[in-house]
């Protein structure tokens, strides 16, 4: 397994754990009466979002062949 590929495997997981937490947040919201979604549910699903996003271009480098070495660092 690439770099990529492990990165992009760590990334599914936390996306995994971040669904899990939001689906905590509007369960509990609705448990306690909320009828409006939380904000902190709003965050989670941009920060899940990204997640996924960085984890899909992982693959696609990994995919491609191109190696770590290759990479422009520079940002």
Known sequence: MTD???LAGRLESIVEDLDELAFDRLRTAVADGATARPQSDKELTKAR???EKAAHIL???DES???VEDVDHRT
Do not use: D, K, P, T
């Open 49 to 51: 979002r990204a997640a």
């Open 4 to 6: 990529f590929a492990s």
């Open 65 to 67: 062949g191109v190696g």
């Open 59 to 61: 693959r696609a480098l």
